[in-house]
C-alpha cells in the first residue's frame, strides 16, 4: 500500500500566480531601497524575497508518500521520514479557511501539512490511513474528535483498544 499525495495544478498554478509576483516586487523594492534607505531595509526586503521564494519552491514541489512503515513528505531541497509507529499525535488546525494537520512523532517533533498544499480531501485521506497503518480503523477516538479542530491522542487510542 503506497500512496501519493501532491498539489493539484490548480493549487501550483496560483501559487505561482500570486508567488512570483510577490517575490520580484520584494527584490525590486530592495533593489530600489539600496540608494534610498538604509542598508538594513534593503536587506529585509531581500531576506522577505528569498522566503518567498523558498516557499513557492516548496509548493511547487511538495510530494507526500505513505507506505504501511512510513510517511515521506519530499521537496526539492530534502526529505523529512516519519515512522508510522513513532505518531503519537495527529492533530487539526487553522485558520481563514486554512486546515493544517499536524502529525507529531518521536519526541517534540512534528511535520505539518496545510490546505494550502493540498486538497482537504487528501488531508483526510493522509489522517486515515495512519489509523489505518497503526490498527485502529474504528476505535473511537480519544479525546472525542471534532472535525476540523482538535487532537487525535494515538497511545489514549491503543490503551482504549488493547
Not at 500500500?1 to 498554478?13: A, E, G
Not at 511547487?60 to 508518500?65: D, K, M, P, V
Not at 483526510?124 to 476505535?139: P, T
Amino acid at each position: 500500500m503506497v500512496k501519493s499525495y501532491r498539489p493539484s495544478s490548480t493549487s501550483q498554478f496560483v501559487t505561482l500566480l500570486v508567488g512570483l509576483p510577490g517575490t520580484a516586487l520584494c527584490f525590486w523594492v530592495s533593489a530600489k531601497a539600496v540608494g534610498q534607505a538604509p542598508i538594513l531595509v534593503a536587506c529585509a526586503f531581500v531576506a522577505l524575497g528569498v522566503v518567498l521564494a523558498m516557499h513557492v519552491l516548496f509548493d511547487l514541489t511538495l510530494r507526500i508518500a505513505m507506505d504501511a512503515h512510513s510517511i515521506t513528505r519530499s521537496w526539492l531541497f530534502g526529505s523529512k521520514v516519519v515512522p508510522v509507529s513513532e505518531i503519537h499525535r495527529l492533530s487539526w488546525g487553522g485558520a481563514r479557511g486554512v486546515l493544517i494537520l499536524t502529525i507529531h512523532y518521536g519526541a517534540k517533533r512534528f511535520i505539518q501539512i496545510s490546505s494550502n498544499s493540498l486538497a482537504r480531501q487528501e488531508l483526510r485521506a493522509i489522517h486515515n490511513d495512519v489509523l489505518v497503518a497503526l490498527g485502529l480503523e474504528g476505535v473511537p477516538m480519544r479525546p472525542l474528535f471534532a472535525e476540523y479542530v482538535g487532537y487525535v491522542d494515538i497511545d489514549e487510542m491503543i490503551k482504549m483498544k488493547g
